[in-house]
């Protein structure tokens, strides 16, 4: 029996999905060890792609693009590591740093699978949402374990971010590269199912990723961008414009109410000011790191940035981190080139996306939802390029160019 190129690149992609989403670290965190074996797996998936047969056909060429210039930018940025005045690593450590920008080579092998025949892309879909769904379940019992029972079943989770990273009282877990992909899939298939008991399922499925969003990973920017890519998806899935627009003034409607009646979401926003009592503290600390952060780029140089440097650096006592500014961190180290490169996907998901939702294709919704979270994320403090989360980008860009592709060919179906 012929094992076709496709079914070799699902499995292949299972297992590194498995170990990125920290299947194996739950006792001891091996994963700079998982991330080297996963750009070395691309590497190998990439020149097995370069020589398969009959490949389908990229019509987005920008990603060529993209890919060209985010590895030129990352050559770049190496070879300025010996002139970096805001850096005390070495060349092998900024390598270290910013290797799994290779992660973007795994487009390829995704690319090939989700342009495959529908039963093959939808399977292969649905074994990633589950694999998600399934460690995000994981961590929930883990974190409930370790703050009211009290035994620590998952010490190598809770050691990446240290036992000091609280809220409300508990010790916080973070969620995974793949939250977005997955909300955005639930909430197309509650929107888009008509069956009672599916849109059970699927509503059950959203509300436990909005409460561990709350709970468990206590972050407040996420389950504001899970609200807005619930509302974009509400208007983009009815079957018309105006079907879009009645379903976005119903809830609209709905939050205005909401806003009006109760004092929980009042305090919800009002914890992102810096005056607030029980946050306020955390976001005077990312405001005065993003000035200092932002003094340092203009400072060295604006077009290129002040280079790859370590995430937490100290100024007198307090530590600020270049994770916590979001896509802004792109813009600092790197300047504005590789600030532009970076956001490359960001302009080609939104267009192709919105390209994609007028002419109507199948899978233009879903890009639509998981760019536009990437990009709301991204901004807040998750940002994309960050090691946790980077796995996600060759997925974004294999629907860019799948929504390219299927545009494409609505067009000829029309002009023809």
């Not at 999905?17 to 994963?31: A, M, P, Q, R, T």
């Not at 998936?45 to 060429?61: A, E, F, N, T, V």
């Not at 197309?188 to 009672?196: F, G, H, I, S, V």
């Not at 300047?335 to 532009?340: D, E, H, M």
């Amino acid at each position: 029996m012929k094992i076709r190129y496709v079914d070799f690149y699902k499995v292949v992609l299972y297992i590194l999905v498995f170990f990125n989403l920290g299947f194996s670290d739950f006792l001891k965190e091996y994963i700079m060890q998982i991330q080297l074996v996963t750009i070395i797996v691309a590497v190998i998936l990439l020149c097995i792609y370069l020589i398969q047969p009959k490949k389908s056909h990229i019509d987005d060429k920008l990603i060529f693009v993209y890919i060209s210039m985010l590895f030129l930018l990352v050559f770049i940025e190496i070879i300025r590591i010996n002139n970096n005045v805001y850096s005390s690593i070495s060349t092998v450590g900024a390598i270290n740093l910013i290797r799994n920008y290779a992660f973007v080579l795994l487009f390829f092998p995704i690319y090939e699978i989700l342009n495959s025949d529908i039963e093959t892309k939808n399977g292969f879909i649905k074994v990633i949402v589950t694999l998600g769904l399934c460690a995000l379940l994981f961590r929930s019992v883990g974190w409930f374990a370790y703050n009211y029972l009290g035994y620590n079943l998952l010490p190598g989770y809770f050691g990446v971010m240290g036992y000091n990273w609280t809220r409300n009282g508990n010790v916080r877990l973070g969620g995974t590269f793949l939250d977005g992909f997955m909300f955005t899939y639930f909430c197309l298939k509650l929107l888009n199912n008509r069956k009672l008991k599916n849109k059970v399922i699927y509503t059950c499925c959203v509300s436990f990723m909005i409460l561990y969003s709350y709970f468990v990973y206590g972050s407040r920017s996420q389950l504001l961008c899970y609200i807005c890519v619930f509302i974009i998806l509400c208007v983009v899935s009815g079957k018309n414009v105006s079907t879009g627009v009645l379903n976005l003034v119903l809830i609209l409607g709905g939050l205005v109410i909401i806003l009006y009646t109760t004092s929980t979401i009042q305090n919800f926003l009002a914890s992102f000011s810096i005056n607030d009592k029980m946050y306020g503290a955390g976001t005077q600390i990312r405001v005065a790191g993003q000035k200092l952060y932002q003094q340092m780029w203009i400072e060295n140089s604006k077009l290129l940035g002040f280079g790859i440097t370590e995430d937490g650096n100290y100024i007198g006592l307090t530590k600020y981190y270049l994770s916590d500014l979001g896509i802004l961190r792109n813009l600092y180290q790197y300047g504005i080139v590789g600030f532009i490169i970076c956001i490359i996907p960001f302009i080609d998901g939104v267009i192709t996306a919105v390209s994609g939702v007028v002419k109507n294709t199948k899978d233009s919704g879903f890009l639509l939802g998981l760019v536009m979270y990437t990009i709301m994320t991204s901004i807040a403090s998750q940002n994309v390029y960050d090691y946790s989360r980077i796995m996600i980008l060759p997925f974004l860009l294999g629907f860019i160019g799948l929504v390219s592709r299927e545009n494409k060919l609505r067009g000829e179906y029309h002009n023809g």
